[in-house]
T-cell receptor
Framework: DGGITQSPKYLFRKEGQNVTLSCEQN?????MYWYRQDPGQGLRLIYY???????QKGDIAEGYSVSREKKESFPLTVTSAQKNPTAFYLC????????FGPGTRLTVL | AQRVTQPEKLLSVFKGAPVELKCNYS??????LFWYVQYSRQRLQLLLR??SRESIKGFTADLNKGETSFHLKKPFAQEEDSAMYYC???????????FGKGTLLTVNP
C-alpha cells in the first residue's frame, strides 16, 4: 500500500519537546498538505506546499513548522509553542484530488 | 472567507432507508465541492466531486448555488455505508480545501 506514507503511527512527547512527523509520497505530486483532525472539529489545514521549496500557512499554523526540500517529502515539526498538540495528524498530496496518508496520533504526556 | 457547514454530527438510519447528509457552504466566487469519506480503520478518500457529476457507490450530490448547498444522497442505505463523511470546498487557485466538521453516518441492520 504505497502512495503516501506517514510515520510513526503513534508518537508520544513530553511537554516542552519538539517533534517531527514524517510524510512521504511516491505519487509525483507537486502539492502536499498537513491537516489536524480533532473530534468534532473536522480537518483543519496547518500548512500546505504547492511546489518544492515553497509552502504557505494554513488556518492553524501557529506552533508548527514545515520544510519542503524534496518533492517526495513534507515533514511537519510540532514545536513546544503549540499549546494543545495532542491530536491526529493527516498528510495529503495532490491537486484535483487529495490522497491521504494513514495518519500519526501524537500524544503529549 | 470560505466556510463549510455540516449541521448533523451524527445521523442514524436503517438499512434500505434513504439517507441525506447535509452540507452548506459560504463562498463569494464559484466553488468546487467534494465529499470525502472515512470508513473505519481506513484512510480518508474522495467519494465524489460536483464537477464530475457521477454516482459513486449509489451516492449522488447536486450543487445548488441558490441555496449554497451540496447535500449527499442515497436512496437505499447499506450497512457498509457506515462511515464519517466530510464535505469540502475549494475556492480560488491554490488547491487547498476547507472541510466541514463531518457527519458520522450509522446504518443499522
Amino acid at each position: 500500500d504505497g502512495g503516501i506514507t506517514q510515520s510513526p503511527k503513534y508518537l508520544f512527547r513530553k511537554e516542552g519537546q519538539n517533534v517531527t512527523l514524517s510524510c512521504e509520497q511516491n505519487l509525483n505530486h507537486d502539492a502536499m498538505y498537513w491537516y489536524r483532525q480533532d473530534p468534532g472539529q473536522g480537518l483543519r489545514l496547518i500548512y500546505y506546499s504547492q511546489i518544492v521549496n515553497d509552502f504557505q500557512k494554513g488556518d492553524i499554523a501557529e506552533g508548527y513548522s514545515v520544510s519542503r526540500e524534496k518533492k517526495e517529502s513534507f515533514p511537519l515539526t510540532v514545536t513546544s509553542a503549540q499549546k494543545n498538540p495532542t491530536a491526529f495528524y493527516l498528510c495529503a498530496s495532490g491537486r484535483d484530488e487529495q490522497f491521504f496518508g494513514p495518519g500519526t496520533r501524537l500524544t503529549v504526556l | 472567507a470560505q466556510r463549510v457547514t455540516q449541521p448533523e454530527k451524527l445521523l442514524s438510519v436503517f438499512k434500505g432507508a434513504p439517507v441525506e447528509l447535509k452540507c452548506n457552504y459560504s463562498y463569494s466566487g464559484s466553488p468546487e465541492l467534494f465529499w470525502y469519506v472515512q470508513y473505519s480503520r481506513q484512510r480518508l478518500q474522495l467519494l465524489l466531486r460536483h464537477i464530475s457529476r457521477e454516482s459513486i457507490k449509489g451516492f449522488t450530490a447536486d450543487l445548488n448555488k441558490g441555496e449554497t448547498s451540496f447535500h449527499l444522497k442515497k436512496p437505499f442505505a447499506q450497512e457498509e455505508d457506515s462511515a464519517m463523511y466530510y464535505c469540502a470546498l475549494r475556492g480560488g487557485s491554490n488547491y487547498k480545501l476547507t472541510f466541514g466538521k463531518g457527519t458520522l453516518l450509522t446504518v443499522n441492520p
